[in-house]
């Protein structure tokens, strides 16, 4: 298990921005380097789904709803992974956590919510 620590998250308008930071504590460098990390999101009522993901090796994926809004970025020095979010729309509100996919671990979340 790894511990993921999120911050970041607030209220904020339409058109906005907002960069969410997760954390690997506990994990020195060379492993972090390895890790597959994730955002994933949980809106109101819905499932949690991905928004985006990064490989070891740097490849990002992204949700369609993210794609040229979101940028998830990860600085091993750091051991933290980043998403950065622009344009956001009310549509955007929810808990985002933080994920590493080999071993399943998740973060506590962080609240982001979107003016209506």
């Known amino acids: 298990q790894v511990q993921l620590v999120e911050s970041g998250g607030g209220l904020v308008r339409p058109g906005g921005s907002l960069r969410l930071s997760c954390v690997a504590s506990r994990k020195i460098t060379s492993v972090f380097i390895t890790y597959h990390m994730a955002w994933y999101r949980q809106a109101p009522g819905k499932e949690r789904e991905l928004v985006a993901d990064i490989t070891g090796g740097g490849i990002r994926n992204y949700a369609e709803s993210a794609k040229g809004r979101f940028t998830i970025s990860k600085d091993n020095s750091k051991k933290t992974v980043y998403l950065q979010m622009n344009s956001l729309k009310p549509e955007d509100t929810a808990i985002y956590y933080c994920?590493?996919?080999?071993?399943?671990?998740w973060g506590q979340g962080t609240q982001v919510t979107i003016l209506s």
């Open positions: 994920n590493e996919r080999t071993t399943g671990s």
